[in-house]
């Protein structure tokens, strides 16, 4: 019993992390972009070079990979993990001399993580109904 607690407790805060850091990323992105278009008053992704395109990219992958998880635990884990990593790899790798990697881009992984780990303890509970 305990450990269909553990398992419950681990899908749960994976699914709010993950909501939470969803609806935070659309909430800013939204504000920048009406903020941009409103100063500007032209798209602002036209700033944006190939390789930051290609960045962000991943990184919006990586958020529908947290969405698909609500539904589907390991393959949305799976799709929002190799994601953020490959954005993260990215944001490190970025060329621009004004740019800094911050290690705070690393809680993106933790949701992702947990989904994982939620998916493959519940592979090996017999009794999956309790979930």
């Keep these: 019993m305990k450990n269909n607690t553990t398992i419950t407790a681990i899908r749960w805060t994976a699914r709010v992390i993950g909501t939470l850091m969803v609806a935070f990323t659309l909430f800013i992105g939204i504000g920048e972009m009406l903020e941009g278009y409103n100063k500007h008053a032209s798209d602002a992704s036209n700033t944006f070079d190939t390789m930051m395109k290609i960045t962000f990219s991943f990184w919006g992958l ?20 190799v994601s953020f990593i490959v954005f993260i790899l990215f944001v490190a790798m970025n060329p621009k001399p004004d740019a800094t990697f911050s290690f705070v881009l690393l809680v993106f992984l933790i949701p992702s993580v947990l989904y994982i780990w939620y998916w493959w303890l519940a592979s090996k ?7």
């Design 62 to 81: 990586g958020l529908a990979g947290l969405i698909l998880a609500l539904w589907k635990e390991g393959l949305g884990g799976v799709v929002s993990l």
């Design 125 to 131: 509970t017999p009794d999956k109904k309790s979930h």
